[in-house]
């Protein structure tokens, strides 16, 4: 995937201090794993913000709510996701990533 694509690119990043976990994240990550016809990039990144939502790494969060849109995930579903997830993942992880959320999808 092209470095454009990534939030402003982990070999730009972190390259200087984790020249390897960047090369990873780009060549693996966004290239052979998210390039993979096995499942849509919309799935994936259904699954990617369920993933984040349920870890609680909301840093990460922002980009990939961006990402799952460019895919072709909607608004709504991407809060329902959220919401469903408040149950199984619990009420606070629900409501920090709803917080970013509403920056990332201008959701009032």
């Not at 016809?37 to 349920?54: F, N, P, Y």
């Not at 990460?60 to 460019?70: D, I, K």
Request: proline share 5%; hydrophobic share 40%; glycine share 10%.
């Amino acid at each position: 995937m092209p470095e454009s694509k990534q939030p402003g690119g982990p070999r730009q990043q972190f390259g200087d201090i984790a020249p390897a976990l960047a090369g990873y994240s780009e060549d693996v990550l966004f290239g052979q794993v998210w390039e993979n016809q096995d499942l849509s990039a919309r799935d994936r990144s259904l699954v990617t913000v369920a993933g984040l939502v349920t870890s609680g790494s909301t840093e990460q969060l922002a980009f990939h709510l961006g990402r799952a849109r460019e895919n072709g995930v909607s608004d709504k579903e991407l809060i329902e996701t959220v919401t469903h997830l408040a149950f199984y993942a619990g009420w606070p992880k629900a409501m920090s990533a709803l917080t970013v959320a509403r920056t990332v999808l201008a959701v009032s």
